[in-house]
Structure formats: C-alpha cells, structure tokens
C-alpha cells in the first residue's frame, strides 16, 4: 500500500522496509559452523502441537480450534473475548517473530537486538514518540476494546510460556522476546497508520519547489492525479489538454539552471528525479444486486504492500454469539481487518491523502527556547530518550517538542519544522473496527467506519442484501486557512487544523447507478467536494481499466472478479511505445539497422504484462529514463536550496509528455546535444536498451520476455544476511505477470499481499490467497504452500477446508 523508490535517496522518509539483519548478522559475528549446528534443532523444535488439549489461565469456556491443511484456524468460542484471546494463542506460535519486530520497529527498539544497523530507524520513531503514545491511546479506549487487548496478550504470553523453545530467529540472534502488552497491539495498528499515512516528504518536497519556481511550474509539476482519474471523477479537467502546459515559465526556470546544468543529465551523484515511481497502493471495488445473477453483491479486494516471508496477513475464521467472521487479521492485532461476517463484507485500499503538515516555526529572536503560537511564545518542550544499542553504547537523545507536533531533524528551507499529524493523536487510534463483526447492512456499516480510528483507509462494503458502499474510515483533517500541500507558519493563528471532519459530514458513496464502485487509490472525489484530501492520488489508471472491464460485461460472478484482479493491460505504457516508434522512423539507415530487432519487439508488444511479453521490458526502462531525464533539469534550483531535494511525484507521466508532444526544442535535454525530440528519443532509447542488456548479460534484448525480468523476489530477512539459506527462507523467484502499472500490480518485492473475493452469505463460493503461507516457521509444511496459488492466481477457497488437526483450549481449573 505504499511507495518505495528504486534509488534509496529518493524513497520516502517512513516506510515498511526490509530489516537490516544482514548487517546485524555480520555484526553478531555469526559463523556457517554455528549455523550448521543450529539449524536442524532450531527450525524443528518450535514447530507448535498438532492438536491435544492446553489449559489457559482467563478463559471463560472451552474454545475449539480446527486447523485445515493449510494451517489456517477455525476458532469456536463461547464469546468475543475467548475467541480473541484464543486468535492471540495461534497468532503467536505461527507468527512470534514478525509481531516482535513490528512492535519493536515503532517503539524505536530495533538496535536492542540488532545493534548500529537500526539506530536511524529507531530515531526516527523514538522523536515521533510512538512508545509513549501507545500507552495514552491505551488508556483512552472504551473498556471492551480493552477487554480485547488484554485477551489477546494473554493468549500471546501463553503461547510463549508453553512454547518448547522460540522459533529459530530468536536463537539465531540469542534473545527472547519480553511479555507482550496491550500496548504492543496498538504499537502494530501505528506501524500501520505510519506506513500509509506519512507525507512529509512530499510536502518537503513541494515546499521547495515553490521557493525555487514559478507557481505555473509548480502546478504543473505536482498534479493532483492522472489524467485516467479525470475519465472517472472530473475536477479539473482543463489540466489534460494537450496544451495545458507553461511554456514559457518553463524555459525561464531552464534558462536559469543554465546550460551546464542541462547536460549533467545521467552522470551520475544524487538523483533528483526518480522515473521509477514503485508500486503503490491496492485496489477493491464492488458490484452490487443488479450486476450479478442472483442479486447478490460481490466484493474483491487486494492490498498491494511490500511482500516478505512470513506475509503481513495472517488468515483465521472466529465464531462466537452469532458472530461468523472469516478473512485476514494483522500479526498483533485482536481485530479483523478485511473480510466478511457473514451479513457485509469489506475491503481496504489507503487513501493516499495528506494527514501530515510540516509547521514552521518561529523562534523567540530574545530566547532561541521559545517559539511563537497564536497564545504568544511559549517554551519548547523536551523528551529525552535513551536507545540501547546492542554491541555499542547507549545512545542519548533529547528531542523538542512544540504544541504542533516533534520538531523533525532537518531544516527546511533554512527553518526548524515540526510534524503535525493525525498518527501522534491519541484520539485518531483505536480498535473500532472490530465492531464491524455486528454490522448486517452497508448503511449500518458506513456510519461505525466514520467513528473508527486507525490509519485513514477506503473502504469497500457489500451486504448480503445486494447493497454496496464506500466510505473512508479514519480522521480526515479540517484545515484553514491553507490546502496542506506547503510547509506554513501557524503562529498567528490564521492556519491550522480546526479538528477532523465530523462523522456526518465524511463523504460517502451508496448503490450508485452503474452498480459498481471501484477504489484503486486514485481520487474517490469530484469537483462537487470541496474539501481537500490529498495531493498525489495514484492508481487513476488501475481504477479506470477495472471500470471498463467490469462495465463491459453484462453478469458478473466472482470468478469474474478474480479475472479483474489479474488483469495485466498496462495502456500506461502505449504512449512510451508510440513515442520510441516515431522516433524510430526518422533516424538514419544505420541507426534503423541496430534498433532492427528491438523495433520488431516493440512493434509486436500487446500492451499486457504477460511473463512472454516482448518488447515492455525496454519500454519500462524507457519510460524511467525519460522522466528523469526531461525533469531533472527543471530542479537545478531546488538542489540548490536543498541538497537532498527528491521529486517523485506519481503522477510525473503528464508533465513530461505534455513537454515531449509540445516539441520546444527550448525544452530539451541535454544542453543543445540533441537537434529535436526524436533525436532526444531515439538516444535514450539506445541508452535504455543498454542498461537493460547489461542488467540482463544480454547481447540482444529483443527476445527478452517479461519474465525475464519481473521475478517474485519475496526473501525472509535471515536470507539476507546468510545467502545459503536463501533456498530454505525465500519463496521461489517465479517468473511474475502484472506490473507497476498493471492492475495485477507485480514488481518483485511489491505485489498483492492477498487477493480476496467474496459475497456476504455465499463465503463458501469466494477466493482467497496469499503469498507464503500462514506459519513464520521454516520448518513448518505451511510456511510456503499458498505460495503457489498465489503466484498462479488460483482461485482457492475464501473458507477454510475441513480440519486436519484440532486444538482444544480449555479454562485452568482453579486450585
């Protein structure tokens, strides 16, 4: 659900990465030897009890647990509180390790176990002061949300008392996990709402675009969406015109980077300018009564995410008082996040809105320990905090405060800064999506998403009466006085945030006329809203082809569905193919000759991302090297200012064709090196194509396929520090359709992180897959067998298979 950047000066400041166990590894100074004598105990002895009977201290009744083949657990209880409690017990003995690390992330405790490697990180969210924070939203909730996390932590510290030992990467790196709090629970719900909510650097980013450049240029530079989204929710058009373009600030802003500037383009140093613009987001749309054979409503849904071995997802189905809930839970967490109840099913994709503003701040110039507020100065306000940091000492840091929000390390602009966001809100988190088991219609629904805390998410709904909706859940800023896009001074009071959005007052969609409503991150709102809820909308392009597939058929079932979610069309990539097959037709016979087989290639492509397509790969590779070339010019000025300044803006497509079609050679690259743009075109072309061949150890790149190149690469952290054990951890790296900008969103390390189908009521007819499996044991036969399903795009069943094996968990009898 998130962006990640080719380049690691160019990726946002927060996001879900990779956890750098190489580095920890070497550090520990783990040996092969060690490694062999380990290894057969370690992975084997942690593997959980097939079946039998264990006695828990809290619960109220006996709970039964059924496990079908593939692991996933049927859990019948007497109540809410027992089944939660019993869903932490299986949880944690599948999943100990990825719910260690997601806490410790957030709570700034990575370096404890790994040491120098994870001090950035660990900074990062100890100055956001999450630890601290998860304790206030604690204690704020209603108590049955309590109740919930406290059931939950008790069925997690039993499955580690009874465990014989912990699971491999506890030994590996030779500690043992800490009792698990309520507050470790709302510690991965923050992991979460930081990994989807954070956009300070894009306000980073457009605030020094706009000391650096004309307003025309900055507009033009920082559209809000793609020109698809305008096909589907129109607010401005105008934007997609082919002439929609300022020519002349353009050329100024060129002219005084000056001529050296234009040519450095590709040499190398800090990039500016990313064309790679990764994966991001998920999609999830619904069809209602009239649009399928029997009236019933069908929702899909597949969250796109950065894929690893365990996946984020864990499968489970709870029964309790009537309540029939099946679908994914989040390692940690006591709530189900995307499924069905039986009565309405739901869905999620992020918002991609701006929950964050960068506050400037102003300084007392008579005592640099105050700054200015609309009440007058007022002092700063401190947090010391001490990381400790396995195999080094101890790091102190003290961070400031302000009432905005932490004050944030690096200047802007020459200004102290501090995030002001809807994540450092108590108020903003809580577990009000558990409710949703209780929900029976899509009206029922959208009125408790409104009142829900947690990251700011769409929400796709389908009841069992045939109704469907969309809804955002989550606090949606009220700002005044500005739009949220620039970093602004709030000390006179005239900007700022005047709350969130009442409940009555979030937008809402139900039953429209088409019967369908489609969420792929792109922007859900028209120009009849004038409320702003963001500034970079990706996925316009996912959400227009859904439309049209869904649109042109007459009865839809899920399989149907399914089929949407693997759709591989990717009409992004037309235009870069039109625009090399122009260039290619004015170019010299000798030129023509060496692109001979290349233009066969891209002559013959489909438009798919299909694993044998030809002629997409260099087409990629094309379009990446075409935006950083064309923009990276413009932002001469803004290196100036801010010598790590980074443009990666989703929509970036429209302003660099727009400057290719308008065919001002006042607009070109390189400095007067190329006589037009067919001629800029047809060397970057070329320099595509050889970076794609030497990438590849190719001589010709004409045959090479797709799947030559889109390749599943999900690897388990541990693989990353001892490659031998790649072939243990690591899920195959299978040849993968989809693509960036496919609606089966594929690129290697992002994908699906399930693919869900299903109907309120009719479970038993839907889908669901995922990568991996649902045990974080290597050892374990289901750590990697809904791999292949998933890779397939199988249509495996939403509902668990009948039991392999059952569980009983049974009340301790009192002494």
Known sequence: ??????????????????????????????GVALLAGVVSYALYAPLPLEGGAVSLDGLVAEVKVDFDPLGIPRIDAANRVDAFHALGFVTARDRLFQMDLLRRETAGRLAEIFGPATLEEDRWNRRMGFGELAGVIVERLPAPQRQLLDAYAAGVNQAMATATIFPVEFTLLGYKPAPWRPEDSILVILSMHSTLSWSGDQERTASVMRAAMPATVVNFLTPESDCYNELLTPRNPARCAPDAIPVDDLISVLHEAGRDSRKRVGEGGPRAVSGAGNPRGSNAFVVGKARTRDGRAILANDMHLQLMAPNVWYRAELNYQGAHLAGLTLPGVPMLIAGSNGKVAWGLTSVEGDFVDLVTIEEDPADKGRYKTPTGFLPFGTRSEIIHVRGGPDEAIEERTTIWGPLLPEPLLGQQVAAHWTALDPAATDLGLADMADVETVGAAITL??????PPLNVLLSDSAGDIGWTYMGRLPKRVGMDGLFAESWADGGRGWDGYVAPDQAPSIVNPPSGILVSANQRMLGAEYPGVIGHDFSGGYRAWRITQRLTGLEVIGESDMLAAQLDTQTDVYRYYQSAALRALEGAPVQTLASFAGLRRALEDWDGRAETNSLGLAVLVEFREALVEAVLTPLFHKCRELDPSFAYFWSGADVPVQRMIESGRTELLPGGGAFRDWPEFLRSTLLRSSETLAARHGRQNIA???????????IRHPLSEAINLLGPLLDMPRAALPGCGRCVRLADGKYGASERMVVAPGREAEGFLHMPGGQSGQPASPNYSDQQAAWTLGLPTPFLSAKAQRTLYLRPRPAN
Do not use: Q, Y
């Open 449 to 454: 998403l409104h009142r829900v805390g947690g």
């Open 1 to 30: 659900m998130k962006r990640s950047e080719s380049a690691p000066d160019l990726a946002p400041r927060r996001r879900v990465r990779s956890i750098a166990i190489v580095w920890a590894a070497r550090a520990l100074g783990l």
């Open 703 to 713: 045959p090479l396929t797709w799947g030559d190149v889109n390749k599943a690469d």
